[in-house]
């Protein structure tokens, strides 16, 4: 079975500290994504990953970045973290176009 | 751009009724279209999917059809349970230019179904 492991499942964090959501797929994917639920509006792209150290803005990338130094591992930054940021962030992975893409368990995220 | 609309809920139902959850979408191309579930406390995983006009995808006694004269591809089950509780997502995934198989979702619709 493919499994996508997000490392936090609960944080709370400051408005204002640096925080770092971290997700690992052991079915050398080569594609990545990291999206944003929130209710009444489904699931947002924030950004993707289609190879090691490559990246692309989805929709909402703004206040995010990402870094993918190993092709199993993506990782969700926010630079200065804010209320609005409040969320569940979902990471995914795929082996390519037109397959399945594969969730985590996602990181419900609370910043105060 | 693409886009997925969903029918807006909650959706709450008895157990054995006819379920039907509607989903239209914007596409250029030949989009594959999906299902996804996301139980209580948990991430999203497949429920079924189709990847051209006409097919249609099937799991667990759900069924969806790619209707591309409609660009719909409407969820349906003829006899819910209480464990089909949960969240259903439409989604889109384009295969052109370099859309490296991301997916574009609906907003969500809740399912509650009451014994």
């Known amino acids: 079975d493919v499994k996508v492991t997000q490392s936090s499942r609960y944080l709370v964090k400051r408005t204002g500290e640096k925080v770092f959501l971290e997700c690992v797929q052991d079915?050398?994917?080569?594609?990545m994504f990291w999206y944003r639920q929130d209710p009444g509006l489904g699931l947002r792209l924030i950004y993707f990953?289609?190879?090691?150290?490559?990246?692309e803005k989805g929709d909402i990338p703004e206040g995010y970045s990402v870094s993918r130094e190993k092709k199993e591992r993506f990782s969700l930054i926010l630079e200065s973290a804010s209320t609005n940021q409040t969320s569940m962030y979902l990471c995914?992975?795929?082996?390519?176009?037109?397959?399945?893409?594969?969730f985590g368990e996602g990181s419900w995220l609370t910043v105060v | 751009g693409d886009s997925v609309t969903q029918m807006e809920g909650p959706v709450t139902l008895s157990e054995e009724a006819f379920l039907t959850i509607n989903c239209t979408y914007t596409a250029t191309g030949y989009p594959s279209l999906f299902w996804y579930v996301q139980y209580p406390g948990e991430g999203l995983q497949l429920l079924l999917k189709a990847t051209k006009a006409d097919d249609k995808g099937s799991n667990k006694g759900f069924e969806a059809t790619y209707r591309k004269e409609t660009t719909s591809f409407h969820l349906e089950k003829g006899s819910v349970q209480v464990s089909d509780s949960a969240v259903y997502f439409c989604a889109l995934g384009n295969a052109g230019g370099t859309s490296y198989g991301k997916l574009t979702f609906g907003q969500g619709t809740i399912l509650t179904v009451h014994p």
């Open positions: 995914a992975s795929s082996p390519g176009q037109g397959h399945t893409i594969y």
């Open positions: 990953s289609y190879d090691v150290k490559m990246k």
């Open positions: 079915m050398d994917h080569e594609n």
